[in-house]
T-cell receptor, first 111, second 116 residues
Framework: QKEVEQDPGPLSVPEGAIVSLNCTYS??????FMWYRQYSRKGPELLMY????GNKEDGRFTAQVDKSSKYISLFIRDSQPSDSATYLC???????????FGSGTRLQVQP | GAVVSQHPSWVICKSGTSVKIECRSL??????MFWYRQFPKQSLMLMAT?????????EQGVEKDKFLINHASLTLSTLTVTSAHPEDSSFYIC????????????FGPGTRLTVT
């Protein structure tokens, strides 16, 4: 079993839709949670960074962490075609700064 | 956000030769940098942790004699793929934590290595 599970998609939505992306994990030591966006053949771009449980909002993006369920989510409101990319969840434990990534979800926003 | 650069962005080399990839933090100092490898349609897999002033630490299954890492300064880490083979063809990406206390990490744009 992988430490971090993420549905690879692809997930296809119409422009303007609310997108929900999720990851589950098994390592209870994970405390730092991140969402990255990666366009084809580019490096990952940090979208959201959260520590422990709770919600965080930044513009059209909302990240949620539920440590009791070992479940994290990223919501994208008013999705745009430019949001079409692969979204990677990543997490790390205290004292270990290297990241463990999910497999990535490919999102396609149709105009 | 912080800026991390990589050079080259794309390199083609012949089997048996060595290739050096540079990772630089442009607007902050990084005592630690990470090297990841990503195969097509797969996620990033950590290869090694680069530490300024000390030896790199490698993940299980990564050959340290094949993937040489040198953290020459607080803004530069290099990964040298020695005696490259076609199976080493991949997308190599470095990252660096933004501050010493947090774990917010920024990634370079990646280097695509093709070994013929």
């Amino acid at each position: 079993q992988k430490e971090v599970e993420q549905d690879p998609g692809p997930l296809s939505v119409p422009e303007g839709a609310i997108v929900s992306l999720n990851c589950t994990y098994s390592n209870s030591a994970f405390q730092y949670f991140m969402w990255y966006r990666q366009y084809s053949r580019k490096g990952p771009e940090l979208l959201m960074y959260t520590y422990s449980s709770g919600n965080k909002e930044d513009g059209r993006f909302t990240a949620q962490v539920d440590k009791s369920s070992k479940y994290i989510s990223l919501f994208i409101r008013d999705s745009q075609p430019s949001d079409s990319a692969t979204y990677l969840c990543a997490m790390s434990a205290a004292g270990r700064r290297a990241l463990t990534f999910g497999s990535g979800t490919r999102l396609q926003v149709q105009p | 956000g912080a800026v991390v650069s990589q050079h080259p962005s794309w390199v083609i080399c012949k089997s048996g030769t060595s290739v050096k990839i540079e990772c630089r933090s442009l607007d902050f100092q990084a005592t630690t940098m990470f090297w990841y490898r990503q195969f097509p349609k797969q996620s990033l897999m950590l290869m090694a942790t680069s530490n300024e002033g000390s030896k790199a630490t490698y993940e299980q299954g990564v050959e340290k004699d094949k993937f040489l890492i040198n953290h020459a300064s607080l803004t530069l880490s290099t990964l040298t793929v020695t005696s490259a083979h076609p199976e080493d063809s991949s997308f190599y990406i470095c990252s660096a934590p933004w501050t010493s206390g947090e774990n917010e990490q920024y990634f370079g744009p990646g280097t695509r290595l093709t070994v013929t």
